[in-house]
Antibody
């Protein structure tokens, strides 16, 4: 059974860039799409974007100008970068396997942006 | 404000049945499948239903899904206290070119 383990800085200052990585265990990044999502405290889920093993990406139009998702097949992991962070970007960030169907999730990383 | 509309909360007694609705989105999404996720507070979401009515391995048949047009429904029978969680529907929105979710429904098992 595939497992996703994610890590990255949990406390950022306004204008800094978020960087998170998600490692895939028990399976390969090849043949699947991989997504990033976020959930502000007490609120619902927001899809950030996705990537496949070839590097083809689709981003949420609302975040597209600030998002970069990349994949490293040699390390079997994929990453998220979100620039120009503000307090509105404070959320739990999740990595997940899939696109429209997200069948495995990382544990989540709480990212807090302070001014 | 979410693209898909869900009731904020539903409740029922143990052993009873509950349904959670999910509606809205573009009329162009009529052919798009819906997924449902269960999220116990403090944990990551878990896939319950995909392609509107299919269950992943390990999900009991107490959970079911259906879809008609741009509306979908999650059904849970034989409610257990362990079913208390937030439930989210999600789908691809053709107009937004993005995966979208409902605002979530909090299930309370009285």
């Amino acid at each position: 059974q595939v497992q996703l383990q994610q890590w990255g800085a949990g406390l950022l200052k306004s204008s800094e860039t978020l960087s998170l990585t998600c490692a895939v265990y028990g399976g390969s990044v090849s043949g699947y799409y991989w997504s990033w999502l976020r959930q502000p405290p007490g609120k619902g889920l927001e899809w950030i974007g996705e990537i496949n093993h070839s590097g083809t990406t689709i981003y949420n139009p609302s975040l597209k100008s600030r998002v970069t998702i990349s994949v490293d097949t040699s390390k079997n992991q994929f990453s998220l970068r979100l620039s120009s962070m503000t307090a509105a970007d404070t959320a739990v960030y999740y990595c997940a396997r899939g696109s429209q169907v997200l069948d495995s999730w990382g544990q989540g990383t709480l990212v807090t942006v302070s001014s | 404000q979410s693209v898909l509309t869900q009731p904020p909360s539903v409740s029922a007694a143990p052993g009873q049945k509950v349904t959670i609705s999910c509606s809205g989105g573009s009329s162009k999404n009529g052919n798009n499948d819906v997924s449902w996720y269960q999220q116990v507070p403090g944990t990551a979401p878990k896939l319950l239903i995909y392609e509107s009515n299919k269950r992943p391995s390990g999900i009991p048949d107490r959970f079911s899904g259906s879809k008609s047009g741009t509306s979908a429904t999650l059904g849970i029978t034989g409610l257990q206290t362990g079913d208390e969680a937030d439930y989210y529907c999600g789908t691809w929105d053709n107009s937004l070119s993005a995966v979208v979710f409902g605002g979530g429904t909090k299930l309370t098992v009285l």
